[in-house]
């Protein structure tokens, strides 16, 4: 028999960036507020314990010991390696995770956020009904409702996944010996960052995507600067062919390719792609709208098609990050309580975080030429840099695109080391719609690897302007100014007497 419970303000579905921040931002505000989670004992999510911090703890300690390679060299390199127990390594993520899901406790012990334990599921607009991993179900009653379910990843059914040699993103970090061989489907962001992580711990790794590039999204010259890079660590790129067949063949898979090519290693690591956590919430009792991925469609302030209740993060697909995740969250509490909230953020970064890092704001070269924007490109390589060279960095570049008839930066793409530190100096400039002369005139800390925003500046700067004389910016009227200077027009015209009209 369900259970009553007591009704809330907000009842968020989910405890992953989306629905903490949403949560937090909520009980800021006094409202009544729980968060409904199906593993209550793991808060956080993908997030906080099989992606973002445990994979980005290991690779922050791979990337620590290759950074002595250009000073130690490389047999120090391979000592450490041989030396260090994958047990010791991965001890170490988890605790980062544990210690990131504390922090997500105490918040919401401070701010009196109930933990109700148990899968939810709507049965009406304003009700959820929690499955209790007992077999009991309990009743929430909520003003407003947030789903933040976030996804999983993609697992093909002729895909015979086993854990340990076939396994997915929720599932790699729990190997316990580190392979000596190993195959990746998939040359995205979660593909790469493994990869790299894998050829740093010594393991022969490929890569495979039926694409004929990588990370599809970023601007081609980084990501071709980044394969370099990965090549030179030693990944192997298979590309341009799809996977047709997977088996397991004793200890080791073997992945047969549409172009007959066969590939065999001792795992398989499918990073194909994540699906939403939408299909089993209820959503078609209330007809709330999704794609045909099954991506819940939202509005601007995250509404689904029923108005109070929300959607965030994962489930609601593209970008998918787990910062702008947790900006939507807290997006969405304000606006259901009636707070006047801004626009959501058009400009956000997107952080890679391979080795070295890639990170980008704003448009591609690709987008600007789609969109028959003319710019110009301006580059920085790191062995331009005093900090660069100085750490050995050979293959880094800062990249700037430029409108050529506003000298507006339109877009920041970097591969590198501290890339996605570095990417919010230009994002800061691009928010308020800053020129390349902008950087051009700054000064910045010598020796830095942020002085590459003013190499690339003055590159790009010097095709505009021939003579080496950098000038101002051209002035640009834009509609509020046009608008402005229109209204003021009007009302200088409105306070002045009409013909033939007489003053006292």
Request: glycine share 10%; charged share 20%; with cysteine.
């Amino acid at each position: 028999m369900a259970e009553k419970a007591t009704s809330y303000d907000l009842v968020v579905i989910g405890s992953g960036p989306a629905g903490y921040r949403a949560a937090v931002q909520a009980a800021k505000m006094k409202k009544s507020v729980a968060i409904i989670e199906a593993t209550p004992n793991r808060l956080g999510g993908t997030w906080i314990h099989t992606g973002t911090i445990p994979s980005k703890s290991l690779r922050e300690s791979m990337d620590a010991i290759q950074n002595i390679r250009f000073h130690a060299g490389g047999k120090w390199v391979e000592r450490i390696i041989r030396d260090l127990p994958a047990a010791k390594l991965m001890g170490h993520a988890f605790k980062v995770a544990q210690y990131e899901e504390s922090i997500v406790r105490r918040y919401c012990e401070r701010y009196k956020i109930d933990i109700i334990e148990g899968y939810g599921m709507l049965e009406d607009a304003h009700t959820i009904r929690v499955a209790k991993h007992n077999g009991e179900s309990q009743l929430v009653d909520a003003r407003f409702i947030l789903l933040a379910t976030g996804s999983r990843p993609r697992r093909p059914a002729d895909i015979p996944f086993d854990g340990w040699r076939i396994v997915d993103a929720d599932e790699v970090l729990r190997l316990e010996n580190v392979p000596k061989s190993v195959m990746i489907y998939g040359a995205g962001v979660i593909g790469c960052e493994y990869a790299c992580i894998f050829a740093a711990l010594g393991t022969e790794t490929t890569i495979v995507d039926g694409r004929g590039t990588i990370m599809q999204y970023a601007d081609q010259e980084i990501g071709l600067a980044l394969k370099k890079t990965m090549e030179e660590a030693g990944v192997k790129f298979v590309l341009g062919s799809k996977l047709a067949t997977a088996k397991i063949r004793g200890a080791s898979v073997v992945m047969t390719l549409e172009n007959n090519e066969s590939l065999e290693a001792e795992v398989l690591f499918y990073a194909a792609g994540r699906s939403p956590n939408t299909d089993k919430i209820g959503l078609s009792r209330l007809a709330i709208k999704t794609n045909d991925k099954g991506e819940i469609i939202v509005n601007k302030s995250f509404q689904t098609s029923t108005p109070n209740i929300y959607a965030s993060g994962d489930n609601i697909g593209s970008p998918a990050l787990a910062a702008t995740s947790a900006a939507q969250g807290r997006h969405a509490s304000l606006h259901m309580f009636g707070t006047k909230v801004k626009e959501f953020p058009r400009l956000y970064p997107i952080g890679v975080y391979t080795i070295p890092e890639l990170s980008s704001v704003g448009k591609t070269e690709q987008e600007l030429t789609q969109l028959g924007i003319e710019f110009v490109v301006g580059r920085a390589h790191y062995h331009e840099v005093a900090r660069g060279y100085i750490r050995g960095d050979e293959h880094g570049l800062l990249k700037l695109l430029v409108c050529r008839k506003t000298h507006r930066i339109l877009g920041v793409h970097i591969v590198g080391h501290d890339a996605c530190n570095l990417v919010h100096i230009g994002l800061a400039y691009m928010q308020r719609g800053g020129h390349a002369q902008d950087l051009v005139n700054m000064i910045f800390n010598y020796p830095t690897l942020a002085e590459a925003y003013g190499i690339a500046a003055f590159n790009a700067l010097n095709k505009l302007f021939l003579d080496g004389e950098i000038g101002d910016p051209p002035v640009e009227v834009t509609l509020e100014a046009k608008d402005a200077a229109a209204a003021e027009a009007a009302a200088t015209a409105a306070s002045m007497p009409s013909k033939g009209s007489s003053v006292a």
